[in-house]
């Protein structure tokens, strides 16, 4: 019995691996005494975190996609799909050049009226290949400041 229960979950932790690739995090931190942090939110509103993640393949100057993910304020990561990344399609495309991609991320805190309070970027320039992109992980870190 314990064989197939190991047997299990070996293979439930193998399947999610094939199925996370193509995707990206956005990760974020706050910084030691930090202005941009929930606690430091105005009290008469409502928010919400905003992230937003563009990718850019620098080898052939193209935008390749700009999703943006609604968290709650106790959230410190952001998970973009592989639909939203939309690198998996772009790379099945032809193009002048062999793909670099770019990584940007926008974290803010946005009101429910949709104004927002304050917000910090980061990037990861470290150019990911298709293959790269394929086999992950891709993340962008942000400190909050």
Request: aromatic fraction near 12%.
């Amino acid at each position: 019995m314990k064989k197939i229960i190991t047997l299990l979950a070996v293979f439930l932790i193998g399947t999610a691996s094939v199925f996370a690739q193509w995707d990206c995090d956005v990760n974020w931190t706050y910084a030691l005494n930090a202005d941009c942090t929930p606690e430091n939110l105005p009290q008469d509103g409502t928010y919400h975190i905003e992230v937003t993640l563009i990718i850019y393949d620098v080898a052939n100057s193209e935008y390749v996609a700009g999703p943006v993910n609604t968290e709650s304020l106790g959230a410190m990561t952001s998970n973009f799909t592989a639909a939203q990344c939309g690198v998996s399609d772009y790379c099945d495309e032809s193009h002048d050049n062999t793909p670099n991609f770019y990584l940007y991320a926008k974290v803010a805190f946005v009101s429910s009226s949709s104004q927002e309070f304050c917000s910090d970027n980061g990037q990861n320039t470290g150019g990911f290949s298709c293959n790269g992109f394929y086999i992950g992980p891709v993340e962008v870190d942000v400190t909050m400041d």
